[in-house]
């Protein structure tokens, strides 16, 4: 059997006619706009491929929200459409504050809560907008809103990868922390229905595209743990992502088993992954975000100096020129997005000199300062005493850079390969009988 990934992440901040609050540190996205997306998606493959499918898989961001009420319909054509929903409040939403989330009762889980978490965000509307609750029946991660449609669900499931990355869940357990959070009268009816990663979540109730009615449609799986799974090979490789975060992992022993309460200021979480199993992960919110901000601000400065360039241009100028520039002495820490154990971290840059601020160099330390950073959260020596043998490098920003791939080959003392993989808000992979169909992919 093969598998087929149809993928689209668009990176909007907008205002529609669902939109809850605008404030500086919120992140945004419509609904609308990605759920178009993928039916476009689907649309393009061949109609005689998409009748063969018999099986449906689905993956999308972690950590963010959705709220919903189970109204589905069509148009004329096969595209689903939503009905009252909320713009998608992302992973990287930043309106709980470190004050904030210290006023909330402490989560029986191995996993320390941080903005973005899909449970921090409702306690937050709950404090400050507790009317928009009021609005919706159900709510979820963006692929699970993707599910409950496909699949017609009043009620949306929910696999672990994802109900552990919203905070406030057990993972030995299995089970939403009620009792704590009926006790902060958070509206627990929010919350799906929690069933084991990789299960079965229901069946598509209509046509969709040509894909038939009656297909096995999979619980909605976390992005990370998928990238991770799809590059893995063996049980002793690690896996070096660098989308718009970053991240660096490696499995566990079948044996392991998380400590019952976090350690806030390690900067290795324990990820559920598959088979009751977890992922040691180094999970940095400094990633090609931190690249994207630096051209974002060297095309604010040369259009203020009065001249135009687009950003594709200043990338690969920018890549030219660090490139041509084998290592710096100059020093760059990119975490100015803060990191989850250590959220008041800022960046810098220091040790400079006439002689270290061209272009190429400031490129070179900032891919370095990018790599540097993963290995301070989870260093070489660790990954070698764990057993790992070989480093499996994916994800946007790392294909596409090939100062990051030099950087990640000097500073690791493993061999070091590459796969393909693609960010996305949702991915949906549909299970052929022996075929792959290919079409574009949306850039991120």
Same mark, same amino acid.
């Given at each position: 059997?093969?598998?087929?990934?149809?993928?689209?992440?668009?990176?909007?901040?907008?205002?529609?006619?669902?939109?809850?609050?605008?404030?500086?540190?919120?992140?945004?996205?419509?609904?609308?706009?990605?759920?178009?997306?993928?039916?476009?998606? !689907?649309?393009? *493959? %061949?109609?005689?491929?998409?009748?063969?499918?018999?099986?449906?898989?689905?993956?999308?961001?972690? /950590? =963010? @929200?959705?709220?919903?009420?189970?109204?589905?319909?069509?148009?004329?054509?096969?595209?689903?459409?939503?009905?009252?929903?909320?713009?998608?409040?992302?992973?990287?939403?930043?309106?709980?504050?470190?004050?904030?989330?210290?006023?909330?009762?402490?989560?029986?889980?191995?996993?320390?809560?941080?903005?973005?978490?899909?449970?921090?965000?409702?306690?937050?509307?709950?404090?400050?907008?507790?009317?928009?609750?009021?609005?919706?029946?159900?709510?979820?991660?963006?692929?699970?809103?993707?599910?409950?449609?496909?699949?017609?669900?009043?009620?949306?499931?929910?696999?672990?990868?994802?109900?552990?990355?919203?905070?406030?869940?057990?993972?030995?357990?299995?089970?939403?922390?009620?009792?704590?959070?009926?006790?902060?009268?958070?509206? !627990?009816?929010? *919350? %799906?229905?929690?069933?084991?990663?990789?299960?079965?979540?229901?069946?598509?109730?209509?046509?969709? /595209? =040509? @894909?038939?009615?009656?297909?096995?449609?999979?619980?909605?799986?976390?992005?990370?743990?998928?990238?991770?799974?799809?590059?893995?090979?063996?049980?002793?490789?690690?896996?070096?992502?660098?989308?718009?975060?970053?991240?660096?992992?490696?499995?566990?022993?079948?044996?392991?088993?998380?400590?019952?309460?976090?350690?806030?200021?390690?900067?290795?979480?324990?990820?559920?992954?598959?088979?009751?199993?977890?992922?040691?992960?180094?999970?940095?919110?400094?990633?090609?975000?931190?690249?994207?901000?630096?051209?974002?601000?060297?095309?604010?400065?040369?259009?203020?100096?009065?001249?135009?360039?687009?950003?594709?241009?200043?990338?690969?100028?920018?890549?030219?020129?660090?490139?041509?520039?084998?290592?710096?002495?100059?020093?760059?820490?990119?975490?100015?997005?803060?990191?989850?154990?250590?959220?008041?971290?800022?960046?810098?840059?220091?040790?400079?000199?006439?002689?270290?601020?061209?272009?190429?160099?400031?490129?070179?330390?900032?891919?370095?300062?990018?790599?540097?950073?993963?290995?301070?959260?989870?260093?070489?020596?660790?990954?070698?005493?764990?057993?790992?043998?070989?480093?499996?490098?994916?994800?946007?920003?790392?294909?596409?850079?090939?100062?990051?791939?030099?950087?990640?080959?000097?500073?690791?003392?493993?061999?070091?390969?590459?796969?393909?993989?693609?960010?996305?808000?949702?991915?949906?992979?549909?299970?052929?009988?022996?075929?792959?169909?290919?079409?574009?992919?949306?850039?991120?």
């Amino acid at each position: 059997m093969c598998t087929y990934y149809v993928s689209y992440f668009p990176c909007i901040f907008v205002a529609g006619c669902t939109y809850l609050y605008l404030q500086i540190q919120a992140k945004e996205q419509d609904v609308g706009r990605i759920v178009n997306a993928l039916n476009e998606c !689907v649309a393009v *493959l %061949p109609k005689d491929q998409l009748q063969k499918v018999v099986r449906i898989g689905v993956s999308g961001q972690m /950590h =963010g @929200v959705v709220f919903w009420n189970a109204e589905w319909h069509r148009d004329t054509t096969s595209d689903f459409k939503e009905k009252t929903t909320s713009n998608l409040i992302t992973w990287q939403d930043g309106r709980c504050s470190a004050e904030f989330l210290a006023s909330l009762p402490q989560p029986d889980s191995h996993l320390s809560l941080a903005s973005g978490f899909g449970c921090a965000t409702i306690f937050w509307i709950l404090k400050n907008r507790p009317d928009v609750l009021k609005m919706f029946s159900s709510a979820g991660t963006i692929q699970d809103y993707v599910v409950a449609m496909l699949c017609n669900q009043e009620r949306p499931l929910m696999s672990v990868q994802n109900a552990a990355s919203w905070g406030y869940f057990n993972t030995q357990k299995r089970k939403w922390n009620l009792e704590i959070l009926r006790d902060s009268d958070f509206p !627990v009816y929010l *919350l %799906p229905e929690v069933v084991e990663s990789g299960s079965i979540a229901g069946k598509t109730r209509r046509e969709w /595209h =040509g @894909v038939p009615v009656e297909v096995d449609v999979g619980v909605a799986l976390g992005d990370f743990q998928c990238s991770v799974y799809s590059c893995m090979r063996d049980k002793t490789d690690a896996v070096l992502n660098i989308g718009t975060s970053a991240q660096l992992t490696f499995a566990l022993p079948s044996t392991f088993q998380p400590p019952k309460t976090p350690d806030s200021s390690s900067p290795l979480s324990y990820f559920p992954y598959f088979d009751g199993s977890y992922l040691a992960v180094a999970a940095s919110l400094n990633g090609g975000n931190v690249l994207a901000v630096f051209v974002e601000m060297l095309k604010n400065w040369i259009n203020e100096l009065g001249l135009e360039v687009n950003e594709s241009s200043i990338y690969s100028l920018l890549t030219e020129a660090a490139l041509n520039q084998s290592r710096s002495d100059l020093t760059i820490w990119p975490t100015i997005f803060g990191e989850r154990h250590d959220t008041k971290r800022l960046g810098s840059v220091c040790n400079i000199s006439t002689g270290n601020i061209s272009l190429g160099h400031v490129g070179r330390a900032l891919c370095h300062g990018v790599v540097q950073n993963l290995v301070a959260m989870l260093p070489p020596t660790l990954l070698l005493q764990s057993g790992v043998q070989r480093i499996m490098g994916t994800g946007n920003a790392l294909s596409r850079n090939e100062v990051l791939k030099q950087e990640i080959e000097k500073t690791f003392p493993l061999p070091v390969q590459y796969c393909n993989s693609v960010d996305s808000a949702v991915g949906v992979a549909m299970i052929f009988d022996d075929r792959v169909v290919a079409t574009p992919n949306e850039p991120a």
